[in-house]
T-cell receptor
Framework: EDKVVQSPLSLVVHEGDTVTLNCSYEVTNFRSLLWYKQEKKAPTFLFMLTSSGIEKKSGRLSSILDKKELFSILNITATQTGDSAVYLCAVEVDNTDKLIFGTGTRLQVFP | DSGVTQTPKHLITATGQRVTLRCSPRSGDLSVYWYQQSLDQGLQFLIQYYNGEERAKGNILERFSAQQFPDLHSELNLSSLELGDSALYFC?????????????FGPGTRLTVL
């Protein structure tokens, strides 16, 4: 059965800290991996990764995929209180169009 | 604002009832996806429509059905509602380019079954 596992489940840090969120997956016919940020309501798209070893970067956020070891990490440097959210990892399985989501990592950043 | 709209925002109903959730995708997007998010199950894929046709099915109960209309809006029908159906229901849309499948989520409909 296809599955996506995220760790840690929850993370509490102070502003300015750097955090690393993990996502590992076991799926047949991997197509892509996506990261989303979910605050109060709808998940918002962050990154899509399809190729191993290529870092995607957006401001203080960056992500990389390792297709050999079947995982991805999301790094957030110099965290701010506005980074507090649930971060969701999802994997797209080839030829199915659906996304399989992990249960998310809840990040809380305190001033 | 993702460009995906969902109505209503909140819905409170009783067990055994039937409700309809509505979603309008981003302009130009042909694919619509429905997800259910509950506290204990996380975000679960229900069903996808592409240009009016069912494309992929996930963990959707037989009591639930969906359709996509010619104007590309979609409706998710939930019938014989049970307490366990209380959840946040998200709709997402994508252009479904053959290389990328970035999905953009609507604000969700919170369903409470009493």
């Amino acid at each position: 059965e296809d599955k996506v596992v995220q760790s840690p489940l929850s993370l509490v840090v102070h502003e300015g800290d750097t955090v690393t969120l993990n996502c590992s997956y076991e799926v047949t016919n991997f197509r892509s991996l996506l990261w989303y940020k979910q605050e109060k309501k709808a998940p918002t798209f962050l990154f899509m990764l399809t190729s191993s070893g290529i870092e995607k970067k957006s401001g203080r956020l960056s992500s990389i995929l390792d297709k050999k070891e079947l995982f991805s990490i999301l790094n957030i440097t110099a965290t701010q209180t506005g980074d507090s959210a649930v971060y969701l990892c999802a994997v797209e399985v080839d030829n199915t169009d659906k996304l399989i989501f992990g249960t998310g990592t809840r990040l809380q950043v305190f001033p | 604002d993702s460009g995906v709209t969902q109505t209503p925002k909140h819905l409170i109903t009783a067990t055994g009832q039937r409700v309809t959730l509505r979603c309008s995708p981003r302009s130009g997007d042909l694919s619509v996806y429905w997800y259910q998010q509950s506290l204990d199950q996380g975000l679960q894929f229900l069903i996808q429509y592409y240009n009016g046709e069912e494309r992929a099915k996930g963990n959707i109960l037989e009591r639930f059905s969906a359709q996509q209309f010619p104007d590309l809006h979609s409706e998710l029908n939930l019938s014989s509602l049970e307490l366990g159906d209380s959840a946040l229901y998200f709709c997402a849309s994508s252009a479904r380019d053959w290389v990328y499948n970035e999905q953009f989520f609507g604000p969700g409909t919170r369903l409470t079954v009493l």
